[in-house]
């Protein structure tokens, strides 16, 4: 919460006062630059827009160093710059031994940014692990490839996941697999115009985890 009749550095350096911290302007100044307020740092709480005053709340919650962050939505509905920064600022404080909790539903930020996930489905935890450790849970690749022409071994036709013309995409065990399915287009006298190899991403391992019974 904030009051509206301060500035925002008025602001923080109350906030760092409820936790008995005094003269951190140097800290203020550098929080506010991360969440770009800097140049509001005079102006009035009231006049901001809605968008400052939630940067506002994300900087009373790192101003006092706290060693638990938790952070609930931090990036909805701001610009990508601010994001990408905020992000740079947060992984800087987990280095420097802050534990960050972030809850969110950019699932890409969750993959790049947390070692642990808790997904949760109608609010109970339905998957809790390192984040390796569940992406390595659903095994596989996908190869995609654009062919010289539209047809396909039919030993691979059971490989096959999806399909726009000679564009396809073929779902593998392992990339052992890799060199027999090129051998096998090689065979059939079926060039390659393109090549893609993508791993399974935690989109489809949410959607795997909230597919389930």
């Given amino acids: 919460m904030f009051?509206?009749?301060?500035t925002v550095?008025?602001?923080?350096?109350?906030q760092s006062g409820y936790f008995g911290i005094r003269?951190?302007?140097?800290?203020?100044?550098?929080?506010?630059?991360?969440?770009?307020?800097?140049?509001?740092?005079?102006?009035?709480?009231?006049?901001?827009?809605?968008?400052m005053k939630r940067r506002v709340l994300?900087?009373?919650?790192?101003?006092?160093?706290?060693?638990?962050?938790?952070l609930d939505e931090p990036t909805a509905g701001v610009d990508v710059e601010l994001r990408q920064g905020l992000w740079h600022f947060v992984?800087?404080?987990?280095?420097?031994?802050?534990?960050?909790?972030?809850?969110?539903?950019?699932?890409?930020?969750?993959?790049?940014?947390?070692t642990r996930i808790a997904m949760l489905k109608a609010g109970r935890v339905v998957a809790l692990d390192s984040t390796r450790n569940l992406l390595a849970?659903?095994?596989?690749?996908?190869?995609?490839?654009?062919?010289?022409?539209e047809a396909l071994p039919e030993a691979l036709a059971a490989r096959l996941v999806g399909r726009e013309g000679a564009?396809?995409?073929?779902?593998?065990?392992?990339?052992?697999?890799?060199?027999p399915v090129l051998a096998g287009l090689r065979q059939a006298g079926i060039?390659?115009?393109?090549?893609?190899?993508?791993?399974?991403?935690?989109?489809?391992v949410f959607m795997n985890v909230m597919g389930r019974p």
């Avoid at 550095?9 to 109350?14: D, H, N, S």
């Avoid at 790192?62 to 938790?70: C, D």
């Avoid at 987990?94 to 699932?107: A, E, F």
Wanted: glycine content about 4%; overall charge negative; some cysteine.
């Fill in 58 to 70: 994300v900087a009373q919650a790192l101003v006092h160093k706290p060693p638990v962050i938790v």
């Fill in 23 to 51: 003269r951190n302007d140097a800290w203020i100044d550098e929080v506010m630059h991360h969440l770009d307020l800097s140049a509001k740092a005079d102006v009035n709480m009231r006049a901001l827009s809605g968008g």
């Fill in 167 to 179: 564009r396809v995409t073929l779902r593998l065990d392992s990339y052992a697999e890799i060199e």
């Fill in 191 to 204: 060039g390659l115009t393109e090549f893609e190899l993508e791993q399974p991403d935690l989109e489809e």
């Fill in 91 to 114: 992984r800087r404080l987990n280095r420097d031994g802050h534990t960050v909790v972030l809850t969110t539903h950019y699932l890409e930020e969750a993959e790049s940014l947390c």
């Fill in 137 to 149: 849970s659903f095994s596989g690749l996908y190869l995609k490839l654009a062919l010289e022409r």
């Fill in 9 to 14: 550095r008025e602001t923080l350096r109350f």
């Fill in 3 to 6: 009051d509206p009749f301060f």
